[in-house]
């Protein structure tokens, strides 16, 4: 939660309107006025650093 809260405003967005809401792609893109491979680059980026910072997390509890 805290990772995800912590993504900016322009990734956090569309990730949680897919992926917990449900919406599509183009519905998203509709919503943001934005073209839908935008809106795909931006889930990918948005997964791309969610991934990124649980790992590292993931990597200091095992050290711990």
């Not at 967005?13 to 935008?38: C, H, K, W």
């Amino acid at each position: 939660r805290i990772a995800l809260k912590n993504l900016p405003d322009k990734y956090r967005e569309p990730l949680v309107l897919q992926v917990l809401e449900g919406y599509s792609l183009q519905d998203i893109a509709e919503m943001f006025d934005l073209p839908r491979n935008t809106v795909a680059t931006r889930l990918h980026r948005a997964r791309q650093k969610l991934r990124s910072v649980l790992q590292e997390d993931s990597r200091e509890t095992e050290v711990s």
